[in-house]
Nanobody, 120 residues
Framework: QVQVVESGGGLVQAGGSLRLSCAVS????????MGWYRQAPGKQRELVAV???????EFADSVKDRFTISRDNAKNTLYLQMNSLKPEDTAVYYC??????????????WGQGTQVTVSS
């Protein structure tokens, strides 16, 4: 089984920074893409940023130039550096990993989420 655990959330003032981490453990034959999603109260979950196994990245327009996504493949860990935070970034942030199965196919695993609150 694959476990996904986020950490690093918290309360920060507007303009501040936070760094989220996502640790993946268990039977990880191969991790494909890894990504961060967020869900604000009353809104649908949305993509924040994603990084492929080769290091290609994609960001939501709302976070471009403020957030950076990176991964440490040796540690099976994903990071999200968030700078210049805004109140509208307040949400629960979820880590998603796409894992290749040894016998073929692939599947997604989600973490439990970490709360990020940005005060104005």
């Amino acid at each position: 089984q694959v476990q996904v655990v986020e950490s690093g959330g918290g309360l920060v003032q507007a303009g501040g920074s936070l760094r989220l981490s996502c640790a993946v453990s268990g039977r990880t034959f191969r991790i494909n893409s890894m990504g961060w999603y967020r869900q604000a109260p009353g809104k649908q979950r949305e993509l924040v940023a994603v990084i492929s196994s080769a290091g290609y990245t994609e960001f939501a327009d709302s976070v471009k130039d403020r957030f950076t996504i990176s991964r440490d493949n040796a540690k099976n860990t994903l990071y999200l550096q968030m700078n210049s935070l805004k109140p509208e970034d307040t949400a629960v942030y979820y880590c998603n990993v796409n894992v290749a199965a040894p016998m073929g196919g692939q599947y997604d695993r989600w973490g439990q989420g970490t709360q990020v609150t940005v005060s104005s």
